[in-house]
């Protein structure tokens, strides 16, 4: 059974920096396209990034080169490095895979930016 574990939200000053960490168990990083999402209050849920099997990255626009997606094939693991943090990066973070058509997702991590 395939099981994300998010960690590493937290409050932050605007500007500042969080790293989030996505365990993965029950299937391989490296073998699958891993995500982050989020989701605001009253929004809907957002990719914010992938890394595909082949080691693309895409990012959405409102992030694209303040975060960086990566994974540790060694621990299983990927990451999401959040740089020049704003008010509007506020949300709750999920990590997501999809295997053999079924979406699997963590429960999230909080990520609040105060102004």
């Known amino acids: 059974q395939v099981q994300l574990v998010e960690s590493g939200g937290g409050l932050v000053q605007a500007g500042g920096s969080l790293r989030l960490s996505c365990v993965v168990s029950?299937?391989?990083?490296?073998?699958?396209?891993m995500g982050w999402y989020r989701q605001a209050p009253g929004k809907q849920r957002e990719l914010v990034a992938n890394?595909?099997?082949?080691?693309?990255?895409i990012y959405a626009d409102s992030v694209n080169g303040r975060f960086t997606i990566s994974r540790d094939n060694a621990k299983n693991t990927v990451y999401l490095q959040m740089n020049s943090l704003k008010p509007e990066d506020t949300a709750v973070y999920y990590c997501?895979?999809?295997?053999?058509?079924?979406?699997?997702w963590g429960r999230g991590t909080q990520v609040t930016v105060s102004s």
């Open positions: 890394v595909f099997s082949g080691g693309k990255k």
């Open positions: 029950g299937t391989i990083v490296n073998t699958n396209t």
């Open positions: 997501q895979t999809n295997r053999y058509g079924y979406d699997y």
